[in-house]
């Protein structure tokens, strides 16, 4: 028997461990003391991790990762890592202040900061939900605001055509591959079909396919949905609710804030 041990978390079975050092409860008025004090922290409120999600529109490219074969290569060419952008720089600005709005709730009247996000006192959870949700549908209008479906399928389309040139550039002219001047959306919908169908990864791409550029670069813009309802029904805001293990708190007193900011340090 193996055991996978996370160091920040306590075992729940330290009988069955190999390890002898594995803190842990030895008796019932541990476990009664350490609910208690569990309770007292869920009184002033709540650690929370925040999950913004599906609101990054760039993504960054590493030609190496694909070992492109050497005759296909120019003499001395050197592949750098690039930046694709879904969005122009204006949208994308735009965007951005939405995620820095919505760390702006947190400050010292309602919560404090954690390694590993916010303890949020219990007298906001209610603000926090509808601020939420109100961000959530500021980026909504937003977007429909400035984008419509074509649109949106437009800067898809470009953003592929941008990531064509960094190939162009280091590919040798004796290589198979075809970069399109052009690319037609239905195109770029039917590889991205084949590719989700298949479950493709960057090793079921054929380097001889003279369609190889594009079908890498739909491979790597997969996280960007097709057309503008899908981009934004995937942005979302996630609060993942986090707590202690009951070891860390037998041996504490939990009466204020303060000794909820002492107990954080000490883990």
């Given at each position: 028997m193996s055991e996978l041990l996370d160091p920040k978390q306590l075992s729940l079975f330290p009988e069955l461990s190999p390890k002898t050092d594995i803190r842990h409860m030895t008796n019932p008025s541990q476990f009664d003391s350490a609910l208690d004090n569990l309770k007292k922290i869920n009184e002033f409120g709540a650690f929370i991790h925040l999950d913004f999600t599906?609101?990054?529109?760039?993504?960054i490219l590493d030609l190496?990762?694909?070992?492109?074969p050497g005759p296909y290569l120019e003499q001395h060419s050197s592949s750098t890592p690039f930046s694709l952008h879904l969005f122009p720089e204006d949208i994308r600005n735009e965007l951005q202040k939405f995620h820095e709005e919505l760390i702006s709730f947190f400050t010292e009247k309602n919560s404090f900061h954690t390694s590993s996000g916010y303890f949020l006192y219990r007298s906001h959870f209610s603000l926090w939900?509808?601020?939420?949700?109100?961000?959530?549908?500021?980026?909504d209008e937003f977007l429909y605001s400035k984008l419509n479906h074509e649109s949106y399928q437009k800067f898809y389309i470009n953003c592929l055509q941008e990531g064509l040139e960094p190939i162009r550039s280091i590919v040798d002219n004796s290589s198979p591959w075809d970069?399109?001047?052009k690319i037609e959306f239905q195109n770029i919908e039917s590889v991205?079909?084949?590719?989700?169908?298949?479950?493709?990864?960057?090793?079921?791409?054929?380097?001889?396919?003279?369609?190889f550029p594009l079908k890498y670069l739909v491979l790597k813009t997969k996280q960007f949905p097709l057309n503008l309802s899908g981009f934004i029904s995937q942005v979302q805001i996630h609060t993942i609710f986090k707590s202690i293990h009951l070891g860390y708190l037998a041996d504490k007193t939990i009466?204020?804030?303060?000794?909820?900011?002492n107990l954080v340090q000490g883990l």
């Open positions: 599906g609101l990054n529109s760039t993504i190496s990762d694909i070992k492109i939900k509808h601020f939420t949700e109100q961000i959530k549908k500021s980026i970069f399109p001047i991205r079909r084949k590719q989700d169908k298949e479950n493709y990864t960057i090793e079921h791409l054929n380097f001889f396919d003279q369609n009466d204020s804030i303060s000794d909820i900011k």
